[in-house]
C-alpha cells in the first residue's frame, strides 16, 4: 500500500479555495483517498432555510469496535488582502522551512497528517482488531448549523458507535506538544434592546432615557463573580463587546439603547442557570427605570468536560516521547467541534501550532506536521495494541 506524505497531502488540499461554507472539490479530494486505503465512504450535504448548504464526509475503516475517530474540518476562513501575502494563499509554497497557505494549521495540516499517519498505520497492520473513522465537516469556521451538529445527529440515529474522538485543531499556543485539550467553556452570547420614551433634552420628564437602564444594567452585569474557576477551568467571564445607541441628534433624548455581550462560562454553570440570573437583573432595573427590555440569547455551546482516562494519558505520553515535551491538558480558548461530538463519544483535541491561524502568510513547520503525522500514528498503534 502506498503511504501519503503529509506534506505533499496538505498541500494539495490547501489548493482548494474551501473558504466557508464553500466545498470547491475537496470534499470529493479527500473522499477519493480514502477509498484507495479501503474506507467506506459517504459525503453528506445538509440544508437549512435561511444557512448555506454544507458538505460533510463520514468515512469508516472496518465494521468492529473500538471505533476510533478522528474530526476535523476542511473549511477555511477568507484570506483577507491577497496582496498582503506573500504567496498566493490557494497556492500553497515552501519557505525556510514551512508550508504557508491558508489552512496550513487550522487545520488541513493535520486532516493531511493524521491520513498519512492512517495509511503507514494501515501498511504494517492490515488485520487490526477495531475501526478508523473520520469525520469531516465544511462548516466549523462558519455558523456551524449544517456541519459536524448534523453529523453527530445522523450517526445516533444510524446507531453509529465512536468509542473515542481525536479532534486536530491546532491546540498549541507556540511550540507542538504544549497542549491538549480535554474540555471547553460553554459560550453565551445575549442581545439586550432597551425601549425608553424619544424626547427633547430640555424636558427630560416628557421622556425616559434608555441608556440610563442600559448603562446600570451593564455595569451590574460586568461585575458579576459568576465563580473563582475550578481545578480544571478557569473563571466565569463576560465582556460587553457592543454599545450602540442610533441617535443621530445631540439634542434628542434616545428611544433605544443596545448592547451585546459574550460569556465564556464554565462547568459550575449551564446557559440556562446564567440567562435565569442575568433575567432577574434586566427585570429589576428596568422596572425600577420604567423601561422594557428585550433580550435574545444565542448558545454556542455548553462547557464540557472530558474526564482524563487512560487513552488521554497514553496520548500524552506518546505527544511527549516524540516532542520531548510533556503536554498540558487544557480547557482554555474557544469552542470547537468538540461540543457537539462529546455528545457520543470521549474527546480531546490535539493539533498543529495556532499562532498564525486565521493571519496572513498562516503557516505551519514542515518539522511540526513531520511530527504530528508520527504522533497519530503511534497512537492508532498503541489504541489498537
Same mark, same amino acid.
Given at each position: 500500500?502506498?503511504?501519503?506524505?503529509?506534506?505533499?497531502?496538505?498541500?494539495?488540499?490547501?489548493?482548494?479555495?474551501?473558504?466557508?461554507?464553500?466545498?470547491?472539490?475537496?470534499?470529493?479530494?479527500?473522499?477519493?483517498?480514502?477509498?484507495?486505503?479501503?474506507?467506506?465512504?459517504?459525503?453528506?450535504?445538509?440544508?437549512?432555510? !435561511?444557512?448555506?448548504?454544507?458538505?460533510?464526509?463520514?468515512? *469508516?475503516?472496518?465494521?468492529?469496535?473500538?471505533?476510533?475517530?478522528?474530526?476535523?474540518?476542511?473549511?477555511?476562513?477568507?484570506?483577507?488582502?491577497?496582496?498582503?501575502?506573500?504567496?498566493?494563499?490557494?497556492?500553497?509554497?515552501?519557505?525556510?522551512?514551512?508550508?504557508?497557505? *491558508?489552512?496550513?494549521?487550522?487545520?488541513?495540516?493535520?486532516?493531511?497528517?493524521?491520513?498519512?499517519?492512517?495509511?503507514?498505520?494501515?501498511?504494517?497492520?492490515?488485520?487490526?482488531?477495531?475501526?478508523?473513522?473520520?469525520?469531516?465537516?465544511?462548516?466549523?469556521?462558519? !455558523? %456551524?448549523?449544517?456541519?459536524?451538529?448534523?453529523?453527530?445527529?445522523?450517526?445516533?440515529?444510524?446507531?453509529?458507535?465512536?468509542?473515542?474522538?481525536?479532534?486536530?485543531?491546532?491546540?498549541?499556543?507556540?511550540?507542538?506538544?504544549?497542549?491538549?485539550?480535554?474540555?471547553?467553556?460553554?459560550?453565551?452570547?445575549?442581545?439586550?434592546?432597551?425601549?425608553?420614551?424619544?424626547?427633547?433634552?430640555?424636558?427630560?420628564?416628557?421622556?425616559?432615557?434608555?441608556?440610563?437602564?442600559?448603562?446600570?444594567?451593564?455595569?451590574?452585569?460586568?461585575?458579576?463573580?459568576?465563580?473563582?474557576?475550578?481545578?480544571?477551568?478557569?473563571?466565569?467571564?463576560?465582556?460587553?463587546?457592543?454599545?450602540?445607541?442610533?441617535?443621530?441628534?445631540?439634542?434628542?433624548?434616545?428611544?433605544?439603547?443596545? %448592547?451585546?455581550?459574550?460569556?465564556?462560562?464554565?462547568?459550575?454553570?449551564?446557559?440556562?442557570?446564567?440567562?435565569?440570573?442575568?433575567?432577574?437583573?434586566?427585570?429589576?432595573?428596568?422596572?425600577?427605570?420604567?423601561?422594557?427590555?428585550?433580550?435574545?440569547?444565542?448558545?454556542?455551546?455548553?462547557?464540557?468536560?472530558?474526564?482524563?482516562?487512560?487513552?488521554?494519558?497514553?496520548?500524552?505520553?506518546?505527544?511527549?516521547?516524540?516532542?520531548?515535551?510533556?503536554?498540558?491538558?487544557?480547557?482554555?480558548?474557544?469552542?470547537?467541534?468538540?461540543?457537539?461530538?462529546?455528545?457520543?463519544?470521549?474527546?480531546?483535541?490535539?493539533?498543529?501550532?495556532?499562532?498564525?491561524?486565521?493571519?496572513?502568510?498562516?503557516?505551519?513547520?514542515?518539522?511540526?506536521?513531520?511530527?504530528?503525522?508520527?504522533?497519530?500514528?503511534?497512537?492508532?498503534?498503541?489504541?489498537?495494541?
Amino acid at each position: 500500500m502506498k503511504i501519503l506524505n503529509e506534506v505533499k497531502l496538505a498541500k494539495e488540499l490547501i489548493r482548494f479555495p474551501s473558504v466557508t461554507p464553500i466545498d470547491a472539490g475537496v470534499m470529493k479530494f479527500i473522499e477519493k483517498n480514502l477509498k484507495k486505503l479501503g474506507f467506506k465512504t459517504k459525503i453528506i450535504e445538509f440544508k437549512e432555510k !435561511d444557512f448555506k448548504p454544507v458538505k460533510n464526509l463520514y468515512a *469508516r475503516l472496518g465494521n468492529k469496535n473500538p471505533n476510533f475517530c478522528y474530526a476535523g474540518h476542511l473549511d477555511v476562513v477568507p484570506p483577507g488582502n491577497i496582496k498582503n501575502w506573500t504567496t498566493n494563499p490557494f497556492k500553497p509554497s515552501i519557505k525556510k522551512g514551512h508550508l504557508i497557505g *491558508r489552512g496550513a494549521n487550522d487545520m488541513k495540516g493535520s486532516v493531511a497528517a493524521f491520513v498519512s499517519a492512517v495509511s503507514s498505520f494501515l501498511n504494517r497492520n492490515n488485520n487490526f482488531k477495531g475501526s478508523i473513522s473520520l469525520l469531516i465537516t465544511g462548516d466549523e469556521e462558519g !455558523d %456551524a448549523v449544517n456541519g459536524t451538529k448534523k453529523v453527530v445527529d445522523y450517526l445516533k440515529k444510524k446507531k453509529e458507535k465512536i468509542n473515542f474522538c481525536l479532534v486536530g485543531e491546532p491546540t498549541n499556543p507556540n511550540k507542538l506538544g504544549e497542549m491538549i485539550k480535554i474540555g471547553r467553556r460553554g459560550s453565551l452570547t445575549g442581545n439586550l434592546t432597551i425601549n425608553g420614551v424619544q424626547g427633547h433634552v430640555a424636558y427630560p420628564q416628557r421622556a425616559n432615557n434608555p441608556s440610563t437602564t442600559i448603562v446600570k444594567i451593564l455595569n451590574e452585569i460586568k461585575n458579576i463573580k459568576f465563580d473563582k474557576g475550578t481545578k480544571d477551568f478557569q473563571p466565569t467571564n463576560l465582556e460587553i463587546t457592543k454599545i450602540n445607541i442610533r441617535n443621530s441628534a445631540d439634542n434628542v433624548i434616545p428611544g433605544i439603547a443596545e %448592547a451585546t455581550f459574550n460569556i465564556r462560562f464554565n462547568n459550575k454553570h449551564s446557559s440556562t442557570s446564567i440567562k435565569k440570573r442575568l433575567n432577574k437583573i434586566f427585570n429589576r432595573i428596568s422596572k425600577k427605570n420604567k423601561s422594557k427590555f428585550k433580550i435574545e440569547y444565542k448558545v454556542s455551546g455548553e462547557a464540557f468536560l472530558t474526564k482524563p482516562n487512560k487513552t488521554t494519558y497514553m496520548i500524552q505520553d506518546i505527544i511527549k516521547k516524540v516532542t520531548k515535551i510533556k503536554p498540558r491538558l487544557s480547557t482554555t480558548g474557544g469552542t470547537s467541534d468538540a461540543r457537539f461530538i462529546r455528545k457520543i463519544s470521549p474527546c480531546l483535541e490535539f493539533g498543529l501550532v495556532g499562532k498564525t491561524m486565521h493571519k496572513i502568510d498562516e503557516a505551519v513547520s514542515l518539522n511540526d506536521l513531520n511530527k504530528l503525522a508520527k504522533i497519530y500514528q503511534n497512537i492508532l498503534q498503541d489504541y489498537f495494541k
